[in-house]
């Protein structure tokens, strides 16, 4: 896979360890009497790193935000989510008011 497909190293290794535990699941419900998942090493894989802002580039991130204007406001609100949620900026931008029910929802009211 590495070689004749050119896969990266972290594809490859997950491909690996999916066929390795189906064949241990084939192995444990006796569907196959060796254990040929225990001959399946996986790959080494440089270790993924992800940084994440610290809180002086958090506010000078919202420091820029004019929110005077409504795309401001808006922006602010994405980036507020994004932080308090952790969700993927795919997820936020895909989701939809039919996707939420605000019924189900308990907001809690915020006094001034």
């Not at 491909?15 to 189906?22: E, S």
């Not at 440089?46 to 580039?57: A, K, R, V, W």
């Amino acid at each position: 896979m590495l070689h004749e497909k050119e896969l990266s190293p972290m594809t490859v290794d997950i491909r690996v360890r999916t066929i390795r535990a189906f064949i241990r699941y084939f192995h444990k419900k006796g569907f196959i009497t060796e254990p040929i998942h225990e001959d399946f090493k996986t790959i080494k894989t440089p270790e993924d790193t992800l940084e994440s802002f610290n809180p002086d580039e958090i506010k000078s991130l919202l420091s820029v935000i004019e929110e005077d204007l409504y795309t401001g406001f808006r922006d602010k609100v994405i980036v507020f989510v994004l932080l308090d949620t952790l969700v993927r900026i795919s997820e936020l931008v895909a989701m939809k008011r039919s996707n939420v029910d605000l019924k189900a929802v308990n907001f809690v009211p915020v006094t001034a």
